[in-house]
């Protein structure tokens, strides 16, 4: 498995990606004007120094799933929030915690910030378990606002980028 930067070729995966059983823990799918806007803010975000949405690739080509992390303010502290997405053919093998290792890096080489948070649903096992495996800290529970305008029940998991 390998990551590398998002681009505007991947759109079809972005619209696989936008299947209720991967969305069920985020809201929902997207609308196809949703996922449109969604696709030109992953492209974009490359280079910024904002952060940086992948792909994932596995070793045949194939791509599987998406991760990224994006600056947010988290209790008044800049810090990086970080997501991923694997479709359901390729769950259950290691790759978003494989991913989420990789884009651990980029984020820690960039040395913008110290932490990066995930926030996972407290109802979401398997994403709460990469989070635990990739090496996050679990904080507790909290309320978070995703999607926008909509509060879920989440766990606070944070990594030390500069460890």
């Known amino acids: 498995m390998r990551i590398r930067p998002w681009d505007q070729d991947d759109l079809e995966l972005l619209r696989r990606l936008n299947a209720p059983e991967i969305r069920h823990h985020t809201g929902g799918p997207e ?12 492209a974009r975000l ?5 952060g940086g949405m992948f792909t994932v690739v596995l070793p045949d080509g194939a791509k599987a799933g998406s991760v990224g992390y994006w600056e947010r303010v988290w209790h008044d502290e800049p810090v990086y929030e970080m997501g991923w997405a694997i479709l359901p ?36 096992p398997a994403s709460n378990a990469v ?3 990739a090496g996050f800290t679990l904080l ?11 509060l879920m ?5 944070r990594i030390d980028l500069g460890a």
């Open 89 to 124: 053919e390729h769950q259950g093998r290691g790759l978003a915690t494989a991913a989420v290792r990789a884009v651990v890096a980029e984020a820690a080489a960039q040395r913008r910030r110290r932490w990066a948070h995930a926030y996972p649903s407290v109802d979401n």
């Open 46 to 50: 490359a280079g910024t120094g904002q």
């Open 31 to 42: 609308t196809d004007e949703q996922v449109l806007a969604r696709n030109e803010r992953y």
């Open 140 to 150: 507790g529970e909290t309320e978070f606002e995703y999607p926008p305008g909509h």
């Open 131 to 133: 989070c635990r495996k």
């Open 153 to 157: 029940r989440s766990n606070d998991w």
